[in-house]
């Protein structure tokens, strides 16, 4: 990994839909977003603001998520996750992170750590090798 200087940051976008609601990942009965489905936003926002820092063959695995979900957001809303890399420890990256829709009202928000490790070791490591 890249030394880290300064605060990498990334977002991911997406929209509200029947695909990404409570009712469908079954968190929940209600057409409105999802928990799991923000968090996973997050960690899309949280991957691209590391992507940068990583060298060939090095990826990064979540290991940690602690969020609040504050606000429903129902069908056709388009929610924007934004994650600011805050400190890299050895190959532990923390992000502070957010979801907001579009409005700018605050969704969600926390932390989430990821680690750094290498693409082929890790796979190898999961299937026995």
Known sequence: MK???AKAEGKAVTTV??????ATVKSGSLDVFATPMMIALMEEASCTACAPLLENG???VGVRVSV???RASGLGEVITAYAVLENADGRKL?????AKDENDNIIGSGTIERFVVLEEKFMKRVKGI
């Not at 839909?17 to 409570?22: K, R």
């Not at 923390?94 to 957010?98: G, R």
Request: proline content about 0%.
């Open 17 to 22: 839909a029947a695909a990404n609601t409570a």
């Open 94 to 98: 923390t992000f502070s992170v957010q």
């Open 68 to 70: 609040t979900h504050d």
């Open 3 to 5: 030394e880290f200087t």
């Open 58 to 60: 090095e990826t990064t």
